[in-house]
């Protein structure tokens, strides 16, 4: 039976995805790895410690006798730049650490790329799989060289690592991160708390987007489709929906017609958007491994305002 660590347990994707692994799994099963941030009433089993710390993980493997990481935890792109020694040493020690582990314990494991691993020199629409990657965020630079440790580690030593490039994730269970598609989150607490909401970009800054439902059911999916199935040891493209702030503000309105969006660009979260992919080309994850995505972005906002409701018990 698997034995499963999930690092950044708390953030984003690991709140969700923790559940979904203990409901497949069962919660015996299932290790959420936490460092600073830890949800309080969590329900299952607790582990701490910091990714960058190989002897704390190794120790963590050995003892729990883990079969398969699915390795979250790292810095996001706005986060990266305000401390790009930090991100580096997060998203890369972090990750190195997991593959070293991986190798010498026959680990298979899963970590998220992004679309940050493109640049402004990428093919802004439909990006392709194989593609020009030169990002200009230290958070970028991280998931490049990750994605090229993956398919290294892969190669040299048969990791079987796999890995997804993420699009802005939404979704309520945890609070948003230091990102840059993030307004696509925060946008539904001002909605819910104030009525209002002043967005840190552009009405017109088009990014591909995801519900987290999805995000957490592909990365299961891939995880669990057979070796030989997979033909991407980077990290596949892996796309949903893509909107701009102003369409999603259309949408709430159709259920909030008084709610008001201002607009008050950030230079630094503008300039990181305006340089990655509007719309992704994901043709090999849906060929690869039946990737399909079932969110669109009506359905996305009417879960996401029910569930946040619920959860702020408005
Ligand atoms: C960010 O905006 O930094 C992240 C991402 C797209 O990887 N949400």
């Excluded at 949800?39 to 701490?48: A, E, I, Y």
């Excluded at 997991?98 to 940050?116: C, G, H, M």
């Excluded at 802005?168 to 945890?174: E, K, S």
């Excluded at 967005?199 to 995000?215: G, H, W």
């Amino acid at each position: 039976m698997k034995k499963i660590l999930v690092t950044g347990a708390f953030g984003l994707v690991g709140s969700d995805l923790v559940p979904v692994l203990q409901k497949k799994y069962g919660k015996a099963h299932v290790f959420a790895l936490g460092n600073k941030t830890i949800t309080k009433d969590f329900d299952g089993t607790l582990v701490r410690g910091d990714v960058r710390a190989k002897e704390t993980l190794a120790r963590i493997v050995k003892q729990y006798k883990i079969t398969d990481v699915y390795h979250l935890a790292g810095l996001l792109s706005v986060g990266g730049e305000k401390n790009p020694d930090l991100a580096w040493d997060v998203n890369i020690s972090g990750l190195r650490n997991v593959l070293e582990l991986a190798r010498d314990y026959k680990l298979k494991v899963f970590w998220p790329s992004s679309i940050a691993a493109f640049g402004p020199t990428t093919p802004k629409q439909k990006t392709p799989q194989h593609t020009i990657l030169e990002p200009t965020t230290i958070y970028g630079v991280t998931k490049l060289t990750g994605e090229l440790l993956c398919q290294y580690y892969f190669n040299r030593w048969g990791v079987d690592v796999r890995s997804l490039r993420y699009p802005g994730l939404i979704g309520y269970q945890a609070p948003p991160g230091d990102g840059t598609t993030e307004y696509s989150v925060h946008i539904f607490y001002g909605l819910l708390k104030d009525g209002r909401y002043s967005c840190f970009l552009k009405k017109d800054a088009r990014l591909p987007m995801m519900y987290i439902d999805d995000a957490t059911r592909g990365t299961v999916a891939l995880m669990d489709a057979p070796g030989k199935k997979i033909s991407v040891r980077t990290s596949y493209n892996f796309a949903a929906i893509n909107f701009t702030p102003a369409e999603l503000v259309a949408e709430i309105k159709k259920l909030y017609s008084k709610f008001v969006c201002t607009y008050d660009p950030d230079p630094v979260k503008q300039h990181i958007a305006e340089g990655w992919p509007q719309s992704i080309d994901d043709r090999v994850a849906r060929k690869d491994w039946g990737w399909k995505h079932e969110y669109n972005l009506s359905k996305m906002t009417k879960v996401m305002i029910a569930g946040l409701k619920k959860k702020l018990n408005l």
